[in-house]
T-cell receptor, first 114, second 116 residues
Framework: SQQGEEDPQALSIQEGENATMNCSYK?????LQWYRQNSGRGLVHLIL?????REKHSGRLRVTLDTSKKSSSLLITASRAADTASYFC??????????????FGEGTQLTVNP | DAGVIQSPRHEVTEMGQEVTLRCKPI?????LFWYRQTMMRGLELLIY????????DSGMPEDRFSAKMPNASFSTLKIQPSEPRDSAVYFC??????????????FGDGTRLSIL
């Protein structure tokens, strides 16, 4: 099953502006992670937020989690051209009776124009 | 510190040929993951290992796919015989041991596979 779904699919902003990306999921989670992928490269972990946390910061990144709405948002403040990348949320997805896997959404393509 | 190392970076081969993708995880990481990324299906988990033991291979698409982890520093993903629909970018990732979701995963830069 597809857990995380990002919104919007694509976002284009000017350097210095803030960028907000959203992720919605279907079933209860233990943790939610955000990753960045630059073109032609592997994914890079940005931040992990646990289900009992509501907000987390890391540098210019701010992640919120609303378990009642089954949604998360990633805010990048004072964006830079180097922030241009695809951003993915990933949630744990139950498999069978005792297993789980990390399921990635389809991503938001962020373009920051200089 | 060296990250996850994958080889080759690019592979072009004809259908029916055997393809072997290689991965060296980060030293000290006990979990290793193989993913496939396509435009149509996004990023899919194929299989993951904990302490060199396969834990979940339910994402392996067919018997043509197999993965091994003979030791803590090396894993292979093999496709035999390969088909054009296997064309994708294949990523290897590693993490310290934990549950699937409570540890960050560190990705290699992938192998871009094209089957003609």
């Amino acid at each position: 099953s597809q857990q995380g779904e990002e919104d919007p699919q694509a976002l284009s902003i000017q350097e210095g502006e803030n960028a907000t990306m959203n992720c919605s999921y279907k079933t209860s989670i233990n943790n939610l992670q955000w990753y960045r992928q630059n073109s032609g490269r592997g994914l890079v972990h940005l931040i992990l937020i646990r289900s009992n946390e509501r907000e987390k910061h890391s540098g210019r990144l701010r992640v919120t989690l609303d378990t009642s709405k089954k949604s998360s948002s990633l805010l990048i403040t004072a964006s830079r051209a180097a922030d241009t990348a695809s951003y993915f949320c990933a949630t744990d997805d139950r498999v069978g009776t005792s297993g789980s896997r990390l399921t990635f959404g389809e991503g938001t393509q962020l373009t920051v124009n200089p | 510190d060296a990250g996850v190392i994958q080889s080759p970076r690019h592979e072009v081969t004809e259908m029916g040929q055997e393809v072997t993708l290689r991965c060296k995880p980060i030293s000290g990481h006990n979990s290793l993951f193989w993913y496939r990324q396509t435009m149509m299906r996004g990023l899919e988990l194929l299989i993951y290992f904990n302490n060199n033991v396969p834990i979940d291979d339910s994402g392996m698409p067919e018997d043509r796919f197999s993965a091994k982890m003979p030791n803590a520093s090396f894993s292979t993903l093999k496709i035999q015989p390969s088909e054009p629909r296997d064309s994708a970018v294949y990523f290897c990732a590693s993490s310290v041991l934990g549950t699937v979701s409570n540890q960050p995963q560190h990705f290699g830069d992938g192998t871009r596979l094209s089957i003609l």
